[in-house]
Structure formats: structure tokens, C-alpha cells
């Protein structure tokens, strides 16, 4: 006992001695953390002493965030860490050791959005769906949720739309006429009338892509700052498809009247349909999307990937091909029924069906079967009607449903009452041609057999049509080629519930990998479908607050109290319409076919996605960061760099096409006025409306010198001696005239002076012109008559005048009349041209005359 006794206090020993000496060094939680990643910056908060903060300031390896009398907050990297506290820089450092639940912020993480929200990574600013609209059409939102409130406590959802209220003359919307709208000032005030009561899955869905995480700063959405439209779907209404476009159209409208972009979250579909984006909800929906840029419609491809097979695809050739199914003994639509939903393109509805029954076993033997028909017959009529006998005994009544639907060729089997169930009930084709069907127990339907006998035992099975898996995504708006489909990976591995429990989803698929139920494409045209794949499996999210005052459901809650555990393509479809919020704020003007192209061109992927694009992830993970710096170009500013009093111009710099600069002038020319010492710089918009900031140029106050003065006595123009002169003639620098004076020769010319400052500003002069004896602009005080003379000149002053002077044109004094007699006689002078200086009250002016 003694010796184990000592090797104790020895261990302690050692312990105390590795702590003094190297503080945090040796814990295991930072240990563990240098040898996974030792060079990437993590958040720390060090130990805030004399001093450290100026030093922290001068590391470029470290950002400093916060400051506390306790605690400096960092970003740094666990390597600098370990250095800067063996060199004793650091004293303390503060690392927890956590076992993270990721909760909604996963997903932020998986597909790079924080660093949109933060404005890094290259953006040009943060964007966070601000001024930008999503519509959710859903099962409903409890919009008492903090998270769907802003911090001024207002409500963040605009409208409410709840198509299940029955209709109301003044709150039913036209043109619709169904179900009853509230307003956001109904939300604030308390008195709406809808609201998520029995389900939580429209509230999750949009707290994933909305959610602020005000109710306790966790689970935030993609696109935190956007607002909000509800629609609250009825399921159980006639052609549901079709209220489900209205609702987009509502959507739209609204945001149209806003001025504002907006997506359309779609987590609701159906797996029966046409597949092929050309339903008459898809039409409407494309036409939506067409009539004008920023609409994008995101939608849930679906959950079936893991029903099994209930899709049959078969090219149809001269051997007879035929599937199997069971009956149902309760199925959806009666027990013991079979129903099967086929479609074909018109074109390639050229086949020969009947319907027949066999042994489900032993020979395997067919016991009855109807006459083959051309697929088109009975197009237009009433439902052609059939039976089955095996002999005398009815086996089976038949009703089948054939018609044609925009270029579409749809029919419904439908076994109404099936007597005998013992058999499997066969859909035989032959001839040519093409056609998909959709049925089996997971729709609530019968089930496609795919256990099948040997071609020993029933040579006929050679031409067995078995069941897949593929084209298991939700049909209509899911299948139309400008939707964006969206597949479900798994978000976490689990989460640790309100009972204090750890949760972890049953399932051998790892985190980032596509959910087994996931639906796969493609849709009936062979279209990739999904489009993209996002984080949705076990996603936590904002909840009903009825739901959160069941202590019964804590297993769903997770440990803060305020949301709730759900999955699937539901809620794998926000996210990517969150992200696509973004993506119009920072683009307003774009369509959703630049989206899309964007989307796909910037998903990244895996060991997970293997080749894309593909029907599983489409074409890969979406990528918010890279989606929007897709959309980045440059824009510089081009101007002086000091004012040197007189107006000059900053002028865009681009090499894209923009529709709209504003300036920080709040000038909208691709230009701006610069008209005092200052910072100039523009926001700019492409095409698309996608947003550019401009750097910014920062114009000094230069040394302006005072504007130069021309002085004339005779041929001699002077100004004052300012420090750099330099003199010029019609424009054109005289070399080595920089002194305060220049000896003219008249002529027709210009003379100007320019003072230059200490920083390069140039004041000028006006402009001399000896010619017409007066300054540029200056008017004539005087006239001269006869010109040309032989004799004698009258001059005409509105001044008194003080003296006369006349010069040849080499610059030569001729004459020279101190008086003030308007007379003066150039008889004497040779023939030819000379120049008259009159000077009168200190100003004076030049004229030509001419000696005949």
C-alpha cells in the first residue's frame, strides 16, 4: 500500500510540476485539437495582462475580436497558441472541451454559410437575406416562435394564407376565392386566425431557412434578416397541385408589390403524377418564373428512396413484357384493389395492353386474361370497363382510365374489386413504344412482385419487367427543369435531447452522405433530378410552442428548449431556398435560371457523391460561399488625387456591362462630381442587379496658388512673382518662360501664365490676345475710324484718354502721345500693318490699324 501509495503522490507531483511549468500546454482537449489541425485559426480567449493587448494588435497572426478586463478574445491558430505560451507571451489561454451539438448551425457549416452571413471568404459585404421574400407553402408556422421575430418585436411574416379556412367575403383572396389571409398588423396585433396547430412540419421548414435564432441565439436559418409569406396548404383539397400554384402566384404578387425578390419553398408533393415537369401546376409555375427575374421556386425531391420499387420502366418491343402485382386487402382506395398510374408521351403510347391474372405459385400458370388493346382506345369516352374469369368465376372487375393531357398519354388501372386475391394480376404490352408507371404498398396501394419464378419453371418470365428504384422523386413543379429539386444528406449524428439524453438518428448512413430516403431520379424525360443535395436529416429547428410545453415530446427537443428534431428532404429543401435568398439579395435582378446554372457550377463534392451530375445528388452539395462569389466582378474608382478648387470628375472603372451605379454622392451617373476634398466611391449592379462596391478614392485638399494677373506695358506682359510660373502661347508652353515677365510679340495669339502649387495644383490666368487689344472676354471700350487710313485716326472712348501708342509687328515703339486728344495722325508711317495701345484709367486695350 505504501509503494502504490507513492507512485500516487508522484504522479501528482509530476501533474502540479507540468502545469506550473507549461500552463495549458499539456490539457488533453488542446493536446487533441494541435495534433487534428494545428494551423487553421480557431476562436480563443487569453488572459488579459499588462500589456498583451498592444502586442496582440501587432501579431498578423492573430485577429483580436473583444476585450474584456478579464479576457482577450482571438482568432489564432492552435500552433501560435502553443509557441506564444512557451515563449511566456501568453500566460493563460481558455479552450473547453465540448461535445458540440451542431443543431441547425451544422448545416450553416456544411454548405458555407456562415461566411456569407460574415461578409468574408471575398464577398463584398455580408448578406443575410435582407429585402429579400420567402414564401413557405406548408403545413402552417406558429409565428410566436422568437425566432420569427425581429429584434424591434415585430412579427418578420408578412402574410398568412391559410387555404384550409373556410371562405370569408372579406378575408378570402381574390381571385381565388378559397381560404382566408391575415396580415402582418393581424400577427402583431393578435388576431390572427391560422396558425400551425397539429403538425410541426411547416414551422420547422421555415425555421431552417428563416430563423433568426433570437429564442436563444442557436439553430439560426440560411437567411436570418429575410421575410417571411405563409401559405398553409389543405391536402385534402380537389386538384391540391393546383392550390399549390396558386400559392406561388400569391407569393409572387406580394413580393412584386414590394419591390422585392423572392423564393418559393416547396417541402410538400405528390409521387403519382406525370413526372415530366408538364402538369398543368408546373405550366403555371414555369410561366411564373418566365414573366420575370428574381423568382426561384426550391423543392423537396421527396422521401421514397428507401420504399422499395414502385416504379416499372419499360421501351416496349414485339415480345410480350408483362409485371406482376398483388392485391391489396386494405388499400387506399379499397380492400382488395390494385391501382397502377401509367403515362406515356403521346408519341410513344403505340402499344398493346391487356391485363391478365396467374398462379401465384407452382406452374406459375396464367388462369385468365382480357383481349390486348391499343393504347389510345377509349380516349374521350367513359372509363372502359373489364373483367376477369377464369372460366366461370370472376376473378376480378377492371376499370381503366385512358386520356390524353397536354401532349400526354395517362392511364389508370384500377382494379375495383378483386374476388379472388390468390393470384398475381398481370399488365401485359407488346408492339413498340415507351411507358412509366408508379404504384405499390408505400403509396398505400398493392404491391409489384420481384420475387419471380425461373425461367425453367415459367419460360414467359424472360420477359419480366421488374420494379425499380429510380424515378422515386415527387412528381409535377419536382420534375419541371427550371424547379430546383433537392436531395436530403444527413445534417449530424445525433443531438442531445431536453431529458439530458443523447439522440442518435438509427441509420448506417454517415454525416454528409445521402439519406437512404432520399428520392432519385430522374424524371420521366430523363432529366436530372434532384437538382442539388443539403443538410436535412436530423436538423433542429424553431418548434410550435405547443409543442414545446409537452414534457411527453422532450425526446424530440433538443437541450435549449426552443427546437425541434426533424428530416428529410423537408427540411433539406430551406436550406437551398435560404441559400438562394441570399443569392437575390446579393443579385436581385437574376432569374432562377442563373441561380441554377450557379448552383451547379459551384457545388462541390465528395467521397460520398461520387461522379455528378447523377440521380442521387444531383450535382453535388450546394455551396453558398462559392454561389455568390459567382456573381462577383470588379468595379474601381478612376479620379485625381487631390482637389485643387475647379471641378473635376471620379469616373467608373469596369469591365462588365452595369444597369446602375450609386454613388456615395448619391449621384446615379457613371461619373461624380468631385467638388471638395473628400472619399468618393459606388455601389454597382449588373444585369443581374448583383451588388459591387467600388474601392473608395480619397481626395486631398491640394495647395491651390493664387490665380495669376496679367499686367500690359507695351510689348511686356508681367504677373507677380509666384514661386513656379510658366508662360504660354496659344496653349503651348514658351520654353523658359517661367520668370514674372514675357516680351510679346503682337500677333494673333493667346497668351496665358499658369502658377503651379507646392502639391500640383494649377491656378491660370485668362488669356491675352495682343491681336485684338484686349483680354479673352474683355469688351471693347474704344473704336477707331477710318481703318485702314492714309492720314489721320479718331478714336471713339467711353474713357477719358490718358495715352496713345503705335507699334509695328516686330513690337517697336513708333509712337508715343501722352494726351488725351482722341486725334492721332500716322501720315508719316509706311504703308502696312501696326498695333494701337490706348491706356485709359489703368486698363488698357490693343486694336489693329492699317496704313494704306
Known sequence: MAATRTKLLSFLLFTFLAVTVSGQQQNFRFKAQLEKDAFTPVSFAVKNTTGLLEKLLKETAVGVKSVTPEWIYIQASPDWIDKSQTSGLIEQFYFELSFPVALNDSARGNHFVDQVHAGTGGLPSPFTGKNVIIGYVDQGLDYTHPDFIDSNGESRVLYYWDHSAPFNAVRTPAPYNYGQLWHKSDIDAGTCGAQEETTAHGTTVAGSGSGNGRANGTNKGMAPDSKIIMVETDLNLPNWTLTVADACDFIFKKADSLGMPAVVNLSVGSYLGSHDGNDPASILM??????????????????????????????????????????????????????????????????????????????????????????????????????????????????????????????????????????????????????????????????????????????????????????????????????????NLRNRYGHIDRNGDQY???????????????????????????????????????????????????????????????????????????????????????????????????????????????????????????????????????????????????????????????????????????????????????????????????????????????????????????????????????????????????????????????????????????????????????????????????????KVIDSKMIFDIQGKCLKNKQDSSPEIDISDLSPGSYFLLITSGGSSGWTKIIKN
Open 286 to 487: 414555369e410561366q411564373m418564373l418566365d414573366t420575370q427575374p428574381g423568382r426561384i421556386i426550391v423543392s423537396a425531391a421527396g422521401n421514397s428512396g428507401a420504399w422499395g420499387k414502385y416504379h416499372v420502366g419499360k421501351e416496349v418491343n414485339a415480345d410480350t413484357s408483362f409485371t406482376w402485382f398483388q392485391n391489396n386487402p386494405s388499400g387506399a382506395l379499397g380492400n382488395n384493389t390494385i391501382y397502377f398510374d401509367l403515362w406515356s408521351d403521346a408519341g410513344d403510347a403505340t402499344w398493346n395492353y391487356a391485363l391478365a391474372a396467374n398462379l401465384p405459385g407452382g406452374t406459375f400458370a396464367q388462369r385468365a386474361t382480357t383481349l390486348f388493346r391499343p393504347a389510345p382506345t377509349g380516349i374521350g369516352s367513359t372509363p372502359v370497363r373489364d373483367t376477369l374469369y377464369n372460366g366461370t368465376n370472376r376473378i376480378a372487375i377492371l376499370e381503366l382510365y385512358p386520356e390524353m393531357i397536354d401532349g400526354n398519354y395517362h392511364l389508370e388501372v384500377y382494379f375495383s374489386h378483386v374476388d379472388s386475391t390468390a393470384y398475381n394480376f398481370s399488365f401485359k404490352t407488346t408492339g413498340s413504344g415507351h411507358y412509366d408507371l408508379w404504384s405499390g404498398t408505400t403509396l398505400g396501394l398493392n404491391n409489384i412482385v420481384t420475387t419471380v419464378p425461373s425461367a425453367g419453371v415459367y419460360p414467359p418470365i424472360a420477359h419480366y419487367i421488374q420494379p425499380d428504384t429510380l424515378q422515386s422523386v415527387v412528381s409535377s413543379w419536382n420534375c419541371s427543369e427550371k424547379v430546383v429539386s433537392v436531395g
Open 504 to 798: 442518435v438518428q438509427p441509420t448506417t448512413v454517415a454525416v454528409h452522405q445521402i439519406s437512404l430516403g432520399s428520392s432519385k431520379g430522374p424524371s420521366r424525360h430523363g432529366l436530372i433530378k434532384p437538382d442539388i443535395s443539403a443538410s436535412g436529416d436530423v436538423a433542429l429547428s424553431a418548434s410550435p410552442l405547443w409543442l414545446l410545453a409537452n414534457p411527453g415530446l422532450n425526446s424530440l427537443i433538443d437541450s435549449g428548449g426552443w427546437h425541434v428534431r426533424n428530416g428529410g428532404t423537408s427540411m433539406a429543401s430551406p436550406v437551398v431556398a435560404g441559400i438562394a435568398a441570399l443569392y437575390l439579395e446579393k443579385c436581385h435582378n437574376a432569374s432562377y435560371q442563373s441561380f441554377k446554372n450557379e448552383m451547379a457550377s459551384t457545388a462541390y463534392t465528395d467521397g460520398f457523391t461520387g461522379t455528378v451530375p447523377n440521380n442521387a445528388y444531383g450535382y453535388g452539395k450546394i455551396h453558398a460561399l462559392d454561389l455568390l462569389l459567382g456573381s462577383n466582378y470588379n468595379v474601381s474608382v478612376n479620379g485625381p488625387a487631390q482637389y485643387c478648387g475647379s471641378q473635376d470628375t471620379a469616373n467608373v472603372v469596369t469591365s462588365v456591362v452595369l444597369s446602375s451605379v450609386l454613388w456615395n454622392t448619391e449621384s446615379e451617373n457613371f461619373y461624380t462630381t468631385i467638388d471638395s476634398a473628400g472619399s468618393y466611391s459606388f455601389a454597382a449592379y449588373n444585369s443581374n442587379g448583383c451588388i459591387a462596391y467600388s474601392d473608395t478614392l480619397v481626395v486631398i485638399g491640394g495647395d491651390i496658388p493664387p490665380v495669376p494677373v496679367i499686367t500690359v506695358v507695351g510689348t511686356t506682359l508681367s504677373t507677380a512673382d509666384y514661386p513656379n510660373l510658366q508662360w504660354y502661347q496659344d496653349g503651348i508652353a514658351v520654353a523658359g518662360a517661367t520668370n514674372d515677365t514675357l516680351v510679346i510679340i503682337p500677333g494673333a495669339a493667346n497668351y496665358t501664365v499658369e502658377a503651379t502649387g507646392t502639391t500640383g495644383c494649377i491656378s491660370s490666368s485668362e488669356a491675352y490676345n495682343p491681336s485684338a487689344g484686349l483680354f479673352e472676354g474683355e469688351p471693347a471700350y474704344f473704336t477707331v475710324y477710318p481703318n485702314p487710313s492714309a492720314g489721320e485716326l479718331t478714336i471713339l472712348s467711353e
